[in-house]
């Protein structure tokens, strides 16, 4: 049974270009959520989606940040005019819907803004 | 909202020894709380986790305590060996209405010297 998987592992952007970045849950998990961490910081929450409906996005900046997670496909958040600041890794973690607590997490998609 | 403090940020401890990371949280709604070990360049690993009806748990070399009129719970981990060097992340979800959203502590960087 795979895990979480996250592509690409490592992106590199330049500033004002467009970042998306893609996560497929665990085989039967209906739930997604996107985190992103800073160097020696703990993991932020940023969005949480189920199958084509954002649930909550209070995490989320309100400008040139977005997420889906269509009917068909992986889960994508997407940076648009990325920055500098932007630069960070971001997990994304699945939950069946059974147990929404329970989160596994990707292996995360280092993104570097230059 | 919920807020997770955890310590020690740094851990270092001879292969061998006990080792303990303690959280704090202030949302007494809270009632599951995950530990999440993460390697280098790796996304976070659920290794163990406790719920408020429970006061401890174990797992092998791993156990949590979780005091819920303190608002405070543990890991400890005995018999430490290098292979757990890691970040040790804390996290409460549950509070606000049965958000399953976790909020994390900041992080314990475990050295485990052979």
């Known amino acids: 049974n795979a895990g979480v998987m996250q592509n690409p592992r490592h992106l590199v952007r330049r500033r004002g270009q467009e970042a998306r970045l893609r996560c497929s849950p665990m085989k039967g998990h209906s739930h997604v959520y996107w985190y992103r961490q800073l160097p020696e910081e703990g993991l932020k929450f940023m969005v949480y989606l189920q199958k084509e409906n954002i649930i909550d996005e209070s995490g989320m900046p309100k400008e040139r940040f977005s997420a889906e997670f269509p009917k068909e496909g992986p889960s994508i958040l997407r940076i648009q005019q990325v920055v500098r600041g932007d630069s960070a890794a971001y997990f994304c973690a699945s939950s069946p819907a059974t147990t929404q607590e329970t989160q596994y997490f990707g292996p995360g998609t280092r993104l570097l803004v230059l | 909202g919920e807020n997770v403090e955890q310590h020690p940020s740094t851990l270092s401890v001879q292969e061998g020894d006990s080792a303990v990371i303690k959280c704090t949280y202030s949302?007494?709604?809270?009632?599951?709380f995950p530990w999440y070990k993460q390697e280098l360049g790796k996304g976070p690993q659920l290794i163990i986790d406790?719920?408020?009806?429970?006061g401890e748990k174990k797992d092998q070399r791993i156990a949590v305590t979780l005091n819920k009129t303190a608002k405070h719970f543990s890991l400890h981990i005995t018999e430490t060996q290098p292979e757990d060097s890691a970040v040790y992340f804390c996290a409460a979800s549950g509070a606000a209405g049965g958000s399953y959203i976790p909020t994390f502590g900041r992080g314990t960087s475990l050295i485990v010297h052979p």
């Open positions: 949302d007494s709604a809270s009632n599951y």
């Open positions: 406790i719920r408020s009806n429970v």
